[in-house]
């Protein structure tokens, strides 16, 4: 079994819980506070950890409190951080969270991830050219996530991307992909097909697979599971049921952690999604994006 690559972001997640939004000039006083691991890239490195594969995360943190929650993170999930540690602070996301309705809005600061750059990708080459599988996703600057897919298909590695957040790729940047795995918003933002339905997600996977995706689409699309979209094989992985449902954030990151693990077991890629399936289950069902990822034994117990 080779190792896992992941490219990505690290930052810390401040939530603020608060009847409403402070007006501008205003302060008011909240319900709660959390303060925890976040960025996309890292919730997956963990999530691969926790599931058993052998995880080495390429990035950037800052040396201060935030960096050494990083590290710490990844320390207990088994994951080897490959990142650089920098003078500018490490990145943080504000999140509010509306008391009432539920609902959030967030603003991210990748600090030290911003800088992420080439040349920091290219330093890292040995890790990511000797992965068996290679994973990264958008939060990084574009470039030096094109160059990572490169030094990864050069190298031999499997290359995921997670097409998140939603952005349009260009051709060039999709056909360095063996998967893509993109959840219906960011399905929509690639083809500008809707993905509200199995018949939507199978036209935007074919849309993907012609603009020059290598082995298959896989959308995922939450409570309904995964469509895994191949030129010879298209197939409907259903979700799992591993309790009632708690927090989705981070499914997403569950999911590809999942799919990469599996994946570099050497599993045929439609197990591998169902692995996966069956890992982001049991993260809904608990709170937190990195630490909802369940134990290698929590999966196979759901699978068996
Ligand atoms: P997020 O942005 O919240 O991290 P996402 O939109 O990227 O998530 P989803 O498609 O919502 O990703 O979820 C990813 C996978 O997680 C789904 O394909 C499914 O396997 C699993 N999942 C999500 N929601 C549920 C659920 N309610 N019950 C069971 N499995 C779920």
């Known amino acids: 079994m080779g190792h896992v690559a992941i490219l990505g972001v690290f930052v810390a997640d401040t939530a603020f819980r608060a009847g409403r939004m402070p007006r501008m000039g205003e302060t008011i006083l909240g319900d709660s506070f959390a303060l925890g691991p976040g960025g996309k890239g890292s919730n997956q490195a963990v999530a691969a950890g926790r599931a058993g594969a052998e ?9 201060d409190t935030f960096g050494d929650m990083a590290m710490a993170v990844w320390r207990d999930a088994g994951v080897t951080p490959a990142v650089a540690r920098v003078e500018e602070a490490t990145g943080a996301a504000f999140i509010f969270l509306d008391a009432a309705s539920g609902d959030n809005a967030i603003i991210v600061s990748p600090g030290a991830a911003g800088g992420i750059s080439v040349a920091d990708v290219e330093a890292r080459a040995d890790v990511i050219g000797g992965a068996a599988v290679f994973v990264t996703q958008l939060e990084q600057p574009m470039a030096p996530a094109m160059r990572a897919l490169e030094i990864a298909r050069e190298g031999g590695a499997a290359t995921i991307l997670n097409p998140a957040p939603a952005a349009d790729l260009s051709d060039e940047m999709l056909a360095l992909c063996d998967y893509v795995t993109p959840n219906e918003t960011e399905a929509e933002a690639l083809t500008g097909i809707a993905v509200t339905d199995l018949d939507g997600a199978w036209a935007a996977g074919n849309a993907l697979l012609a603009r020059g995706v290598a082995k298959a689409a896989i959308l995922t699309l939450g409570a309904q599971g995964v469509l895994y979209h191949s030129a010879d094989r298209s197939e409907h992985v259903a979700a799992f049921d591993a309790g009632p449902v708690v927090e989705t954030t981070g499914a997403g990151d569950a999911f590809n952690g999942g799919f990469a693990c599996a994946l570099a077991e050497g599993r045929d890629p439609v197990e591998a999604a169902r692995f996966a399936c069956a890992l982001a289950a049991i ?5 937190g994006a990195a630490a909802s990822m369940p134990t290698r034994a929590e999966v196979d117990a759901l699978l068996a």
Do not use: L, Q
């Open 55 to 63: 995880v080495h995360f390429v990035g950037r943190i800052g040396r």
């Open 283 to 287: 993260s809904v069902t608990r709170p």
